[in-house]
T-cell receptor
Framework: AQKITQTQPGMFVQEKEAVTLDCTYD???????LFWYKQPSSGEMIFLIY??????QNATEGRYSLNFQKARKSANLVISASQLGDSAMYFC????????????FGSGTKLNVKP | DTAVSQTPKYLVTQMGNDKSIKCEQN?????MYWYKQDSKKFLKIMFS???????INETVPNRFSPKSPDKAHLNLHINSLELGDSAVYFC??????????????FGPGTRLTVL
């Protein structure tokens, strides 16, 4: 089974609107971390936000928030007030305590923000 | 200060040649990684090193040989380059188990084109 699943290969959002990028994960480990990265067209990988499995509150970083639903094993990224500069690939990733030398990445979602 | 650096940024070479990519991190991390990102943007882990020791080797052809002279460096040597090796190669680093919920830091990537 896939460790990280991102089911939206591409998405469009209107500038200034909010958008949710989906991520589901598969693990039997009790201790794990979930991460989101942004990759703009320039190619670099930019870390956005993380959520630990024991965190009860959803993580937030500026316009980014992580909607963590542990029972559903989902860790969706919410971007509020989208900007043109948010157009990029977004990757969800997970790291498990039992296999901490490996980060599992999803296949990514390409977000296009329309003016 | 650059956290994870890679050289070269671009590499264009002929089939059959041997080439190397160098990676250095100044973050004090003890784990380093090599990823291959194909044209569909899928990120595939190739190798993971912890304290200079190879931990993960993800069914990569043995034409690829990583070398970690110390914790801050992880180089990738590729023999007998093939057309299918064309991709962007990312180096990354992170803390080990002690930093389970800490993110991975990525280098800027090396775009390898094999003609």
């Amino acid at each position: 089974a896939q460790k990280i699943t991102q089911t939206q290969p591409g998405m469009f959002v209107q500038e200034k609107e909010a958008v949710t990028l989906d991520c589901t994960y598969d693990t039997s480990d009790q201790s794990y971390g979930l991460f989101w990265y942004k990759q703009p067209s320039s190619g670099e990988m930019i870390f956005l936000i993380y959520q630990g499995s024991y965190d009860e509150q959803n993580a937030t970083e500026g316009r980014y928030s992580l909607n963590f639903q542990k029972a559903r094993k989902s860790a969706n990224l919410v971007i509020s007030a989208s900007q043109l500069g948010d157009s990029a690939m977004y990757f969800c990733a997970m790291r498990e305590r039992g296999n901490f030398n490996k980060f599992y990445f999803g296949s990514g979602t390409k977000l296009n923000v329309k003016p | 200060d650059t956290a994870v650096s890679q050289t070269p940024k671009y590499l264009v070479t002929q089939m059959g040649n041997d080439k190397s990519i160098k990676c250095e991190q100044n973050l004090g991390h003890d784990t380093m990684y090599w990823y291959k990102q194909d044209s569909k943007k899928f990120l595939k882990i190739m190798f993971s090193y912890n304290n200079k020791e190879l931990i993960i080797n993800e069914t990569v052809p043995n034409r690829f040989s990583p070398k970690s002279p110390d914790k801050a460096h992880l180089n990738l040597h590729i023999n007998s380059l093939e057309l299918g090796d064309s991709a962007v190669y990312f180096c990354a680093s992170s803390h080990g188990l002690a930093g389970l919920f800490n993110e991975q830091f990525f280098g800027p990537g090396t775009r390898l084109t094999v003609l």
